[in-house]
């Protein structure tokens, strides 16, 4: 196995090495020795009932029951869907809870009272003359009730175009309560359900845009008037973050609840005293994984790597724990963690892992538990074998906290106040419509071994600036940008022509991070806002997605909604959707008749760039006609 080929990141290189030396074993040894069902990687494997599991192959063309390959293939990602918006969704339902708790005294508090006025001016909810926090308690409750509400459909944000909602109630996807997708998905691919990959897929769309526009969108808004919207800051990402003279807490999951408390628990005097009682400088917090993207862009808090960077950080043996809650958490960190100092703590009853140590985060005494967390990490200090620490050097400098109304805020830069309203994303709209910038693409999603590690997020993105493409970014994707040095303002030399004058006079960097995956919503608001401003359909856009590193159930939800809100979307790992050949179908060509989009898989990501800037330009033939 030669570990130049791994990652182009030299911190995972260095540490895959290290792991050699320490005789521990990391995923980048798994993927070696693991090779793929080759019918699973088809989705032609059934395992849906007892009478199977039924394979699809030459021979047996159908499964006993008499499913076809289709049927199974739609039912696989039917499932898929189903998984990804599940987690999202349950995410924010979880914060729509801890907005129900705060309290004018309580560990929870509302920060972002304009936000939550004008949440619950839209779901005509009273605020005149009330306590700011009745409004937050019945705007919870108006959320959670989105989640199981018996009738009617989703209330969708202001930023949703009519155009795109025609296009869903023509095909009959507008979704109705959330959890009731979910549980429709899980109903109709029960055996002897649905066996047509048509309505299959059309059941996918509807259960991803109630994550999409539903659950992954209540997420953002409530995490933002409970912790603050995002305004930008500086931050600096990869495993150099992590101090030789401190106490190291790596914050690993998704939720803010836990996080933000954390980061209140590390600033108390009580503990940073103990921290140095214990013989440390002082106490170190960083993150990964989508927890990362919360705290940096709220706090500015540093960021220790991406998916693949998990059990490294561990193999630095210079983390005293890594604390986590739900998704995307390797249980290989419980074993792992054993042959370091590391203290594995879980926190979730939601994901508990074998091996680990379980402290579970109460949030009515949330404030009181982040402390006892952070004791235990203090106290394991002393464990520390300085023989086995090694810290890469490698960090870089980034900016992050881009949500919308941040970003709107520095738009406001170039206004000028005789022509037009401060406020808006007209001055986005001008710079896409004028051609300075050619169009814009959000590149999301995870690492995956099937990729070198950071290279299909780091080259596209990198061919896509160059052409006076914007790029927005979330999740891990985001995190790649960050250590590779993209979400700088410098990387600005590294843009086209166009896009660097806008950086410039906006004072920008030519990629933004606009936080978690859940905070994709994000990036719907800022296009959907794009779209009105227009007043043309999302799908006529120069705007288009893409997930060069994909691993997880949420990213086929994410690939689903983004495509069903008409904005074609590139992916550098095949879906195991292969065996399918009307699913197939459908996804990288009907659909594009049906909702104006459609997948593309393409693994080299220099090469989808270009598809990406070619279908950019195509959109833009059409669209500079009407204007
Ligand atoms: Ni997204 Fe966040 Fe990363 Fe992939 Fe996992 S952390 S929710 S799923 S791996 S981008």
Not at 68 to 75: G, N
Not at 350 to 373: N, P, V, W
Not at 389 to 414: C, E, R, W
Request: glycine content about 8%; aromatic content about 4%; proline content about 5%.
């Amino acid at each position: 196995m030669d570990e130049k080929l791994l990652s182009i990141d030299s911190a995972v290189n260095e540490l895959i090495k290290k792991a050699k030396e320490d005789g521990v074993e990391t995923i980048f040894d798994r993927k070696e020795n693991m090779k793929p069902c080759p019918m699973g990687e088809k989705g032609i494997c059934c395992r849906i009932c007892a009478m199977g599991p039924c394979r699809i192959t030459p021979k047996t063309p159908r499964g006993l029951c008499g499913a076809t390959a289709d049927v199974i293939v739609s039912r696989n990602f039917a499932r898929m869907v189903a998984g990804g918006a599940a987690a999202h969704s349950d995410h924010g339902r979880d914060i729509a809870h801890v907005l129900h708790m705060t309290s004018k005294d309580g560990n929870y508090k509302v920060t972002d009272e304009e936000k939550l006025k004008e949440l619950a001016k839209r779901w005509k909810i009273e605020t005149e003359g009330r306590d700011i926090y009745d409004i937050a308690h019945e705007v919870a409750e108006f959320a959670l009730n989105e989640f199981g509400k018996p009738f009617g459909t989703l209330e969708f944000p202001p930023s949703l175009p009519e155009q795109r909602k025609k296009v869903w109630e023509n095909l009959n996807i507008v979704p109705r309560a959330i959890d009731r997708e979910v549980v429709t998905i899980m109903h109709s691919t029960h055996v002897g359900c649905t066996a047509d990959a048509d309505s299959m897929l059309n059941i996918s769309m509807r259960t991803a845009i109630s994550d999409g526009w539903g659950g992954s969108y209540i997420a953002t808004e409530l995490s933002d008037i409970l912790f603050g919207t995002p305004i930008p800051r500086e931050t600096e990402a990869n495993l150099g973050v992590l101090e030789e003279n401190q106490v190291n807490i790596v914050l690993h999951g998704h939720e803010p609840s836990l996080s933000e408390m954390i980061v209140l628990a590390a600033e108390d005097p009580e503990l940073i005293e103990l921290a140095k009682e214990v013989g440390a400088d002082g106490i170190n917090l960083a993150g990964m994984c989508c927890t990362a993207n919360e705290v940096t862009m709220r706090h500015g808090v540093k960021i220790a790597g991406n998916f693949a960077q998990q059990e490294l950080a561990v193999l630095t043996g210079a983390v005293e724990a890594v604390i986590v809650d739900v998704q995307c958490i390797f249980p290989a960190l419980a074993s792992l963690a054993e042959c370091y100092h590391t203290k594995f703590i879980t926190t979730s009853p939601k994901a508990r892992i074998t091996g680990a140590t379980h402290i579970e985060f109460d949030e009515e005494k949330a404030l009181e538990s982040a402390k006892q967390i952070v004791r235990e990490a203090i106290l394991n200090f002393k464990n520390r074998k300085k023989e086995k620490v090694f810290i890469p050097k490698t960090k870089s400098h980034a900016m992050v906290g881009y949500s919308t109304k941040a970003i709107i805020n520095q738009l406001d830069k170039v206004v000028n106040s005789h022509i037009d309203k401060p406020g808006t994303v007209k001055p986005l709209a001008d710079c896409i419509t004028s051609g300075v910038l050619r169009g814009a693409a959000g590149i999301v999603g995870c690492n995956n071994p099937k990729v070198k590690h950071d290279y299909g997020h780091v080259e596209m993105i990198k061919e896509l600036i160059k052409n006076d493409v914007i790029v927005v970014t979330t999740g891990c994707a985001a995190q790649a940008a960050a250590k590779a040095g993209l979400l700088s303002k410098d990387a600005r030399k590294l843009a086209g022509k166009g896009l660097a004058t806008v950086c410039e006079l906006v004072d920008i960097p030519p990629v933004l991070h606009m936080g978690s995956c859940v905070d994709i919503s994000r990036i719907l608001e800022l296009v959907g806002l794009v779209a009105k401003q227009l007043n043309v359909d999302i799908s006529e856009l120069p705007v288009v997605g893409a997930a060069p590193e994909w691993m997880s159930e949420k990213a086929v939800s994410i690939g689903t909604y983004v495509v069903s809100s008409g904005i074609d979307t590139w992916l550098g790992v095949a879906p195991p959707v292969t065996g399918g050949p009307r699913v197939l179908e459908i996804l990288t060509s009907e659909m594009e008749n049906m909702v104006g989009a459609k997948f593309f898989v393409e693994p080299d990501p220099i090469k989808a760039a270009h598809q990406m800037i070619e279908k950019i330009e195509q959109k833009r033939k059409v669209l500079e006609e009407k204007f």
